[in-house]
């Protein structure tokens, strides 16, 4: 069997449903999931493999069943043959689980001896992959080996009968970890029921860090705009929207509109932050996502997550325990450090957090589940790939929000969101994030891949990393090369890679590409025509800056500026300045990226100077755009030059018509996506009409846009088979495995 079946009680329940059919024989974990030898009747061997598919354990997922008869054996009985008993391979650390619905019952139950026990787990949830020191998975080499188990969890932990059959992180109030109440100093507060004691002081307004499974949250209120704008002050994030969770589903229900595969994900195992509409008036602080009409939802996934829920009075903000763009804080003195004079309280416990891990954050995009953000609850689950690698190999990843990968075999594993390599900090939590990886796997990369700019930290890691072969790959090849491999595609491929930047082979800053793409290398079949960036990335966050270079491209001399809302907000001097700077094409760099589109457009049609922060002003534009319009602006193709261009001067001319005719902003941004829509569509068909026709796959940032992704795809699939990202991000966190497959099959040529 194979599929996620390590780390879930797969093999007690194995055991416990070959024991009621009837069945001899044993089953075993191997490198490749679980293994079966049964004996018995043929009617009851088919009841067997009847209910193996039929009923798995809760976090399982069973993908596939291979059967084939074996000769006969005389077993008198069904066993489970121990991890280290096979052959000594190393046997995989499964992701983190949330608290299951058997483990909720007991939680919630007087009567039993885990009564409102923060730390209750057994075989179908609990922490993993976090509490994991080392491989194998076992009690000794996790955080929970310093603590010694009663004799009744002894007897549950080697019963095969018991739901907590070696079940790691085992535990109960006379033998596991405890909880502990800190004031804002770090020093411990007397408090008979530490998180009744939080629960207060989260209802009065305070922040409180509390200690999650792969790291330290900030909480407070969420339905409190004082605790809230407290908090992003504290945390120096003004803007940027912060996760709430919900005490449970219908908690969630009442602050967001949600649909049936939006339940299904707030409630699965992995427990994500989900991306959902919120509802108007729902009691949720407007400061917790500032003129957005979406909120980052989850719900508790640990039982320390549920009794909190349960005794406040609202559901609460809960965002990663860090000051804005570090690393997540996971150690209890570490995090008493580096979140004093932001948190009021502490809430910790004795259970080490071994490896950290961030929050998951995914969203439904087309129809399917779409992760922005790759973590906890994912990592480390490989992606298998569509041909084994000949050696293994190692992706550093991107810039931003960075993740790493490393492949053996036909298996790759995408690491832990790391963040934005721009600080000391998130340097080394990637170098160490990086090593335990390779400890964990066993995997020692001989090819390591990283991005073409010569300065980024990933590539000098790459560069300085002894004994392997760096091998650079272009940020877009590797996109499209990461949406191949999850697609399990050969190749060639038609590859529309749209984001706001990553370095081209001719030294440009690219971002609206289509590639015909093999993993081996690409052509660069079209791209858009480049907006200046005055300053360079100076006007990344000034958006302005991009909106005026927009509108002197498409108008000349003629330009519209004093009659744009936009620039009457601009100080006269910045203007004459950047104005000239474009004129004179002085300290401008050419930029292709789609992105730089988005916020252009969205700085015009909405007003806004500055992006907050990356990707704001183009969300708030996605979120701007009416659903139902159908209308588009003209636009123009240039096939005369090699790449193709997508011209957009006309486009831009017609917006800024209607914007100065006081169209409404809502239709502006959808003919602005219909446009790029149909763009896209025109270089596809005529990319196809060359070249044959591919499959193609759409990815990069840009396609976290659902407006943009589902007008693509519609717009090509009754001719070409479209593929979006699913498990693996669209966005830069899924470069990691793009860089691998690139790199794999240029350093075997
Ligand atoms: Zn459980
Ligand atoms: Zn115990
Ligand atoms: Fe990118």
Redesign the pocket.
């Known amino acids: 069997m194979r599929g996620t079946v390590q780390g879930v009680g797969f093999r007690p329940w194995v055991y416990r449903l070959a024991r009621r059919t009837g069945v001899a024989g044993r089953v075993l974990n191997d490198a490749a999931g679980v293994t079966i030898e049964a004996f018995g009747s043929e009617p009851d061997i088919l009841r067997f493999l009847d209910r193996l598919a039929a009923e798995p354990p809760p976090a399982a997922a069973i993908e596939q069943i291979d059967a084939e008869p074996i000769p006969p054996e005389a077993t008198p009985d069904f066993v489970i043959v121990s991890s280290e008993a096979t052959d000594g391979r190393r046997v995989s650390i499964p992701p983190d689980l949330a608290t299951c619905g058997d483990c909720l019952t007991e939680l919630s139950d007087p009567a039993d ?1 885990r009564y409102r026990y923060p730390f209750i787990t057994c075989t179908h949830c609990g922490p993993r992959y976090t509490i994991a020191r080392d491989v194998p998975y076992d009690r000794e080499t996790t955080t929970m080996a310093s603590f010694a ?6 007897e549950e932990y080697t019963s095969p009968e018991s739901r907590r059959f070696h079940a790691e992180p ?7 970890p405890s909880l502990a109440l800190l004031d804002a100093d770090g020093r411990p507060v007397a408090a008979p029921d530490p998180i009744e004691a939080a629960a207060r002081a989260l209802d009065a307004g305070l922040v409180v860090a509390v200690k999650g499974l792969g790291g330290f949250h900030l909480a407070c209120d969420a339905s409190s705009p004082a605790a809230v704008a407290a908090l992003r002050a504290r945390k120096r994030r003004e803007q940027k929207p912060l996760a709430v969770m919900a005490a449970d589903l219908d908690a969630a229900g009442r602050l967001a509109l949600l649909t049936d595969d939006e339940r299904r994900l707030l409630e699965s195992p992995i427990r994500p932050i989900v991306l959902v509409l919120r509802r108007d008036g729902a009691g949720l602080a407007d400061e917790v996502a500032p003129d957005n009409p979406y909120v980052g939802l989850m719900l508790p996934y640990t039982p320390l997550h549920h009794l909190l829920l349960r005794a406040v009075r609202s559901p609460l903000v809960m965002t990663s325990g860090n000051l804005s763009e570090e690393p997540l804080a996971y150690r209890n003195d570490e995090a008493v450090e580096r979140l004093r004079g932001i948190a009021d309280l502490f809430l910790v416990h004795d259970r080490d957090i071994a490896t950290p891990c961030d929050d998951s954050v995914v969203r439904l995009i087309a129809g399917r589940t779409t992760l922005l953000r790759r973590s906890r609850g994912y990592v480390p689950r490989p992606v298998r790939l569509p041909a084994a690698v000949a050696h293994p190999t190692l992706g550093c990843g991107a810039l931003l929000k960075n993740t790493f990968c490393l492949a053996r075999g036909d298996e790759a594993w995408l690491g832990p969101h790391v963040g934005d390599l721009d600080s000391l900090a998130t340097h080394r939590f990637f170098e160490e994030a990086i090593a335990r990886f390779e400890r964990f796997l066993g995997i020692r990369p001989e090819i390591v891949a990283h991005d073409l700019h010569p300065s980024y930290h990933t590539t000098r890691y790459a560069l300085t990393r002894a004994g392997v072969t760096p091998v650079g790959v272009q940020h877009h090849h590797a996109h499209v090369a990461a949406a191949m491999a999850e697609h399990r595609l050969e190749g060639p491929v038609l590859g529309v890679a749209y984001d706001g930047t990553g370095l081209g082979t001719d030294g440009t800053a690219w971002g609206g590409e289509l590639l015909l793409a093999w993993y081996d290398r690409f052509e660069r079949l079209a791209t858009f025509r480049p907006i200046p960036l005055a300053g360079g990335d100076t006007a990344i966050r000034q958006v302005w800056r991009l909106a005026l270079a927009l509108v002197v491209d498409a108008y000349g001399r003629d330009a519209p500026i004093g009659r744009l809302p936009l620039f009457r907000q601009v100080p006269r001097r910045d203007l004459v300045v950047v104005g000239q700077l474009l004129e004179g094409g002085v300290q401008t760099v050419p930029a292709h990226g789609v992105g730089r589109y988005f916020d252009a457009f969205g700085a015009l049609g909405l007003g806004l100077t500055v992006s907050a922060f990356e990707g704001q002003v183009a969300m708030a534009w996605n979120h701007a755009a009416h659903p139902h319009e159908r209308r588009r602006y003209p636009f123009d193709l240039d096939t005369t030059r090699q790449p193709w261009i997508v011209d957009l001067r006309r486009t831009t001319r017609a917006a800024v018509g209607e914007l100065l005719a006081h169209q409404p902003a809502s239709l502006v941004s959808a003919r602005f996506h219909n446009t790029l829509v149909a763009a896209t569509a025109a270089i596809v068909e005529r990319a196809a009409a060359e070249h044959g026709r591919r499959p193609v796959v759409l990815t990069g940032g840009c396609f976290q846009n659902p407006f943009l992704a589902e007008g693509v795809r519609a717009a090509l699939a009754d001719r070409f088979a479209v593929h979006l990202h699913g498990e693996v991000p669209p966005g830069d966190g899924g470069i990691a495995l793009g860089q691998v497959m690139v790199a794999q099959a240029k350093g075997s040529e």
């Not at 188990?149 to 002894?154: I, L, N």
């Not at 085992?170 to 596991?176: F, L, S």
């Open positions: 001896r188990m009663c004799p009744a969890c002894r085992i535990a109960c109030p006379a033998c596991g």
